[in-house]
T-cell receptor, first 111, second 115 residues
Framework: DAKTTQPNSMESNEEEPVHLPCNHS???????IHWYRQLPSQGPEYVIH???SNVNNRMASLAIAEDRKSSTLILHRATLRDAAVYYC????????????FGKGTKLTVNP | DSGVTQTPKHLITATGQRVTLRCSPR?????VYWYQQSLDQGLQFLIQ???????AKGNILERFSAQQFPDLHSELNLSSLELGDSALYFC??????????????FGSGTRLTVV
């Protein structure tokens, strides 16, 4: 599976937008970009995924670079409940079905 | 409630003992995955079952085993427990192979403490 690189930690203020970056320079054409988050003392939670186009859902937006070598998870207005570890994961068509978690980005939201 | 049910939520046991963790997948999901999360290791994949059959294995110790039953619930058996087995154990479920557009659903985990 192709590798992703994320900052270890980021900090944001409540009600401000947050942009969480992910680099995946070795991504292949059929790799989907998935984002999960893990709130304290809870299991990981699916956030969003995309292939080539930007995506929006009720939780977040995913902006994918034109060359697909990087992506950004956007939380439009951070709340205290968004404080979590965010994981960027690539999933390949025909590849391993398991999710491989890296260290992710720990997001701290300040009141 | 994510739809994936894990029991028990907490388990405290002594070294050398054996425990069974149980997972009921989300309705309609055929694949079940087990993960271990300890403080220093992050989320580590242990094993996957699909429709009753073992499909993939990760770094699962020989002292650990799992199975998926006809009703699709899964059990993770941990034996000859050591202090280092203390961790959070998560179960996740998904529709099945090839469904890359669907996310995985995780349970809230079982916290195992070995004393």
């Amino acid at each position: 599976d192709a590798k992703t690189t994320q900052p270890n930690s980021m900090e944001s203020n409540e009600e401000e937008p947050v942009h969480l970056p992910c680099n995946h320079s070795t991504i292949s054409g059929t790799d989907y970009i998935h984002w999960y988050r893990q709130l304290p003392s809870q299991g990981p939670e699916y956030v969003i995924h995309g292939l080539t186009s930007n995506v929006n859902n009720r939780m977040a937006s995913l902006a994918i670079a034109e060359d697909r070598k990087s992506s950004t998870l956007i939380l439009h207005r951070a709340t205290l409940r968004d404080a979590a570890v965010y994981y960027c994961i690539l999933r390949a068509q025909g590849g391993s079905e398991k999710l491989v978690f890296g260290k992710g980005t720990k997001l701290t939201v300040n009141p | 409630d994510s739809g994936v049910t894990q029991t028990p939520k907490h388990l405290i046991t002594a070294t050398g003992q054996r425990v069974t963790l149980r997972c009921s997948p989300r309705s309609g999901d055929l694949s079940v995955y087990w993960y271990q999360q300890s403080l220093d290791q992050g989320l580590q994949f242990l094993i996957q079952y699909y429709n009753g059959e073992e499909r993939a294995k990760g770094n699962i110790l020989e002292r650990f085993s799992a199975q998926q039953f006809p009703d699709l619930h899964s059990e993770l058996n941990l034996s000859s427990l050591e202090l280092g087995d203390s961790a959070l154990y998560f179960c996740a479920s998904s529709v099945g192979p090839g469904h890359l557009i669907y996310g995985y659903t995780f349970g809230s985990g079982t916290r195992l403490t070995v004393v």
